[in-house]
C-alpha cells in the first residue's frame, strides 16, 4: 500500500455529501475519528489476508475490488467502489475476519479511513449508520452476484460490451481509458482474446478504439 496521508480534516459537509447522512452528528464524528489518506491509481488500498484496523470509504475517485486464486495468477473482478461506498469486506474485521480480496485504485483516489473500533461503536448508537453498513452489505452481495451471472451466463464478448458501457457509464462518459491487458483482467481472459473482441465490436461499428481510449458509439 503506497497511500499518501492527507493531515486535513475531511470537512463534515463532504462526508454528509459523500455518503448521504442526514446527521451532522454522525459526520462529525466521522471527520473527527476518521483519517484522509490519498492512493494514485494501481496503489493498493487491501490485499488479501491483510489484517484491517480501518473501514475504507471512497469520498473521491474509484476502487476496484477482486478476488485472485491461490496461485495470483488470474482473478475474478467483482464490483468497482464508488464515492459514498465502503468496502463491506472489511466490516468482518469487527468480528476478527481477514479480507480475503484485493482492493485497488482505479484512479486517484481520496478514501476515508474509520478505525473499526469506532465502526463498532457507531453501530450502537447510530441507527443511520447501521442502514448504511446493512446497504453496503447487500449492495456488495448483489454485485458479486451480478459479477458471477456476467461469468456463467453470458458470452465473453456481450461481457465485454457490458463492462465498457458501464464502466463509461460510471465516469460520466462515452469513452473508456484502459489497455486491452487492464480489461482483460477485469474479466478474466487474454489480452489477446480482448483485443479480436475488440476489432469485431469496432468492425461492427459498436466502438472506435484509440490508444488506451475506447470510445462508445451507440
Known sequence: MCATFNPLMV?????QNALGFASKELAETLAREGRILNYRAGDYVMEPGQAMKYVPIVLEGSLRVARKDDSEDRE???YTLEPGSACSNTFGSLYGQTPSLEVLAEEDSTVLCVPIHVVHELLHTH?????????SYQKRF????????EVAFRQLDERLLH????KARRND???VHMSH?????ALNSSREVVSRLLKRLE?????????????ILN
Open 76 to 78: 475474478l473482478y467483482l
Open 173 to 175: 462518459q462515452n469513452e
Open 142 to 149: 448483489d454485485e458479486a452476484l451480478n459479477a458471477l451471472d
Open 127 to 135: 441507527r443511520e449508520w447501521m442502514n448504511f453498513v446493512l446497504r
Open 203 to 215: 468492425s461492427e461499428g459498436r466502438v472506435h478504439l484509440g490508444r488506451n481510449r475506447i470510445e
Open 11 to 15: 470537512s463534515v459537509e463532504q462526508i
Open 181 to 185: 491487458f487492464e480489461i482483460a483482467q
Open 163 to 166: 463492462f465498457l458501457v458501464e
